[in-house]
């Protein structure tokens, strides 16, 4: 149910069309430059490489529980600092979310979007985000985990008219690790 659930929450993200809503001038860059900073585009990197580590420990330890933590500490540090590193390089991600902010907001309405995130309201949202979006994700699952039976049951229905079943997970195996990429392969 979560992973259904999560999938769908995705794919509404990413499904905005891209619009070239007017010309990306320097001016309507300069301004896309501004929003980043005040919405702190570079915490992206260190948010990035903590949750993919964090996601990593389950599976490394299930492999190793001697693992140490260090170790976790040591390649969340390497892959935060090769993030940051390419961040502003040309191509990476200071680049690329330019072009998502490009496609989707005129430079008015950038400029809009920059006046409210440096208006006192705005800063408030900003300070509050991350607290407010946790909770609200945390209160959707609730929510969702309330409809999981009638969820369970309308998938099953679909795809038995399909004459689709989905596998019996194995008895007695490990529960899968949630969300994240996997670690890298030993070599």
Request: hydrophobic share 45%; glycine share 4%.
């Amino acid at each position: 149910m979560k992973k259904i659930l999560l999938l769908a929450l995705t794919a509404v993200a990413f499904a905005a069309p891209a619009v070239h809503a007017d010309e990306l001038t320097p001016a309507k860059r300069a301004q896309i430059k501004t929003l980043l900073e005040v919405t702190n585009i570079k915490a992206l990197p260190e948010q990035m490489a903590n949750s993919t580590v964090q996601s990593w420990i389950p599976g490394v330890k299930q492999l190793d529980p001697k693992f140490p933590d260090k170790g976790f500490t040591i390649a969340r540090d390497a892959m935060r600092d090769t993030l940051l590193a390419k961040a502003d390089a040309a191509g990476g991600l200071i680049e690329q979310v330019t072009l998502v902010y490009h496609n989707a907001f005129t430079a008015a309405e950038i400029s809009e979007v920059v006046k409210f995130y440096q208006s006192a309201t705005g800063k408030k949202l900003l300070a509050s985000q991350s607290k407010v979006n946790g909770e609200t994700y945390q209160t959707a699952m609730k929510w969702a985990d309330t409809l999981s039976t009638e969820v369970d049951q309308r998938v099953d229905a679909a795809l038995k008219k399909e004459g689709l079943k989905l596998p019996e997970p194995p008895k007695n195996a490990p529960a899968p690790a949630t969300g994240g990429a996997q670690p890298p392969a030993k070599k």
